[in-house]
Antibody, heavy 120, light 107 residues
């Protein structure tokens, strides 16, 4: 059974960089059939697609975040990562890592999510 | 970017009722449309993709239809366990924008 697990700091200071890693188990991140991505959900609000990556390293980003986002993949560790720079309180959210059937979706497997709070 | 809207934003219905949620894209997206269910405090779950294809394990009371810009999610007979927020998502190209959600509860 495929499992995805987010890891990283739960508290980030304003203007700093948010860094999260997703570890994939029960399947290979190098599969040619899937993409791997990040989606976030501010408390009490809806879902926002952040971006995705293919095992080869091709990336796809939300234009609204593109200047601040970097998604990378480490196939040797079966992991992919998210970096979001210059964070503000508006970036406070539950961050989900996910498996996508295409570059933009749909998402058939989700991590449990991790709450990241931006506060000094 | 293509914008996604949903209506209604919330609804209350009785057990056994037929429930319909509408999702509209600001431009045509063919059938690249997915529906998700998110129960309170839980991770979203994929219900339908390609506008009308039921994800494995999803009850048959859920169905989807539409193409182009207008799509619907139908619950043929609402059950107590269907209380959740439902999101549509377009995925023809990045970004994979989600709709704002429709909250469904029991009357």
């Amino acid at each position: 059974q495929l499992q995805l697990q987010e890891s990283g700091p739960g508290l980030v200071k304003p203007s700093e960089t948010l860094s999260l890693t997703c570890t994939v188990s029960g399947g290979s991140i190098s599969s040619s059939s899937y993409y791997w991505g990040w989606i976030r959900q501010p408390p009490g609000k809806g879902l926002e697609w952040i971006g995705s990556i293919y095992y080869s390293g091709s990336t796809y980003y939300n234009p609204s975040l593109k200047s601040r986002v970097t998604i990378s993949v480490d196939t040797s560790k079966n992991q992919f990562s998210l970096k979001l720079s210059s964070v503000t309180a508006a970036d406070t959210a539950v961050y989900y890592c996910a498996r996508l059937l295409r570059a933009a979706g749909p998402v058939d497997y989700w991590g449990q999510g991790t709450l990241v709070t931006v506060s000094s | 970017d293509i914008q996604m809207t949903q209506s209604p934003s919330s609804l209350s219905a009785s057990v056994g009722d037929r429930v319909t949620i509408t999702c509209r894209a600001s431009q045509g997206i063919s059938n690249y449309l997915a529906w998700y269910q998110q129960k309170p405090g839980k991770v979203p779950k994929l219900l339908i993709y390609a506008a009308s294809t039921l994800q494995s394990g999803v009850p048959s009371r859920f169905s989807g239809s539409g193409s182009g810009t207008d799509f619907t999610l139908t619950i043929s007979s609402l059950q107590p366990e269907d209380v959740a927020t439902y999101y549509c998502q377009k995925y023809n190209s990045a970004p994979g924008t989600f709709g704002p959600g429709t909250k469904v509860d029991i009357k």
